[in-house]
């Protein structure tokens, strides 16, 4: 079975802080996606990568990085985090592209106070 | 642009058949997703479709016409356990192939 795992379940910073969200797929897959899901906007996209050293901007970029190193670990970094970025993250993975779904890590839950 | 549109909620009764409706606008279709969450957990895979026509998985079908931007979740004989969100995704080619989610359909299961 196909694991994507997030460093943290639940998350409180401070506004201002640096915070990094960490994500794991075992599976080698290329792409890896993340997602902040919002009650009543849905799962919007953030940041996406197709390959190592590889990040393309998602829907909803701002205030947000990614770092891409190593095929397995795609990191979100909120450079100075918000309270408007208190939210459910989500990271994803996928082996392909066309017809291949994504497989979901559990979420991080972060609260910036 | 991408638009997604499903409906907000729905409610329907222990062992009845749903269908919650997806339509969609996209310059590149190139495959539509459908996903269960339940509250609090991560969204799991449910199916997928890209070319026409229905695709069966026991209790849950899904369905795509292309031409008319459209799919369906058909869900039969509801258990408790199927109250959650289903979300509906669809896939751009047009847009470095992103996945893009709808707002999801939370969907309650009365006894």
């Known amino acids: 079975d196909v694991k994507v795992t997030q460093s943290s379940r639940y998350l409180v910073k401070r506004t201002g802080e640096k915070v990094f969200l960490e994500c794991v797929q075992d599976m080698d897959h290329e792409n890896m996606f993340w997602y902040r899901q919002d009650p009543g906007l849905g799962l919007r996209l953030i940041y996406f990568s197709y390959d190592v050293k590889m990040k393309e901007k998602g829907d909803i970029p701002e205030g947000y990085s990614v770092s891409r190193e190593k095929k397995e670990r795609f990191s979100l970094i909120l450079e100075s985090a918000s309270t408007n970025q208190t939210s459910m993250y989500l990271c994803?993975?996928?082996?392909?592209?066309?017809?291949?779904?994504?497989?979901f890590g559990q979420g991080t839950r972060l609260t910036v106070v | 642009g991408q638009n997604i549109d499903q409906p907000t909620e729905m409610t329907a009764t222990e062992g009845a058949i749903v269908q919650i409706n997806c339509t969609y606008q996209?310059?590149?279709?190139?495959?539509l997703f459908w996903y269960q969450q339940h509250a609090g957990e991560a969204p799991t895979f449910l199916s997928y479709?890209?070319?026409?026509g229905l695709e069966e998985k026991g209790r849950f079908s899904s369905f795509l016409s292309r031409s008319k931007g459209y799919s369906y979740l058909l869900l039969k004989e509801l258990q408790m356990k199927d109250s959650a969100s289903y979300l509906c995704a669809v896939r751009d080619i047009n847009r470095d192939d992103k996945i893009i989610f709808g707002k999801g359909t939370r969907l309650h299961i009365l006894p």
């Open positions: 994803a993975s996928s082996l392909g592209r066309a017809g291949t779904e994504a497989f």
């Open positions: 996209t310059s590149g279709f190139n495959g």
């Open positions: 479709n890209v070319l026409d």
